[in-house]
């Protein structure tokens, strides 16, 4: 029979013969019309791509039913992968949302609370903490001494380890 299916009349007789009959058989499978199509064009694709090496003993229609079976069966587990990730990749936009909407409220919190310092305290608390400065390059900046830095710097983190407590953390993680 591999002979005869190297002749373009006798594969689309074949095609003609059994596609109707392999698209019911797969979808069975997939319970999905297009999805058969697509598996059964695939099979007969497979079965032309591979005409020259088929055994002649083994009749052409059990190898074209099994073809439609082993593709439907590769798409139902391709389909569940598929399915799996989906579930996995929403859970983790849920947590990164969930994740999100904490670090916003506590950016805000955080906020509030700074606007609560006196004008210096939260110019010598930026200045140092978020630019990174050195106190005595603040000190030299705003024209006060290196204790007076010190203070402020003192005093603004009490107030805010006051207000915000566990979020204080927030301070050094944003602004770094």
Not at 6 to 27: A, C, P, Q, S
Not at 88 to 99: I, Y
Request: charged share 30%; proline share 1%.
């Amino acid at each position: 029979m591999a002979k005869e299916l190297l002749d373009n009349k006798t594969f689309e007789e074949l095609f003609e013969l059994h596609f109707t009959k392999l698209m019911g058989f797969v979808y069975n499978y997939v319970r999905d019309e297009e999805v058969a199509k697509d598996i059964v064009h695939d099979a007969f694709l497979t079965l032309w791509t591979n005409r020259k090496c088929l055994n002649p003993v083994y009749p052409v229609k059990s190898y074209l039913f099994t073809l439609a079976q082993n593709c439907a069966l590769n798409y139902l587990r391709h389909l569940r992968v598929v399915v799996g990730n989906e579930q996995v990749v929403s859970e983790l936009l849920e947590a990164a949302n969930e994740d999100l909407n904490d670090y916003e409220n506590r950016l805000a919190r955080l906020e509030e609370k700074l606007a609560l310092l006196s004008d210096k305290q939260r110019e010598v608390l930026v200045k140092c903490v978020v630019e990174g400065k050195k106190y005595k390059e603040v000190a030299e900046e705003l024209n006060i001494t290196l204790n007076t830095v010190k203070t402020h710097i003192t005093r603004a983190l009490k107030f805010l380890r006051e207000e915000l407590q566990d979020d204080l953390v927030m301070l050094f993680i944003l602004y770094r």
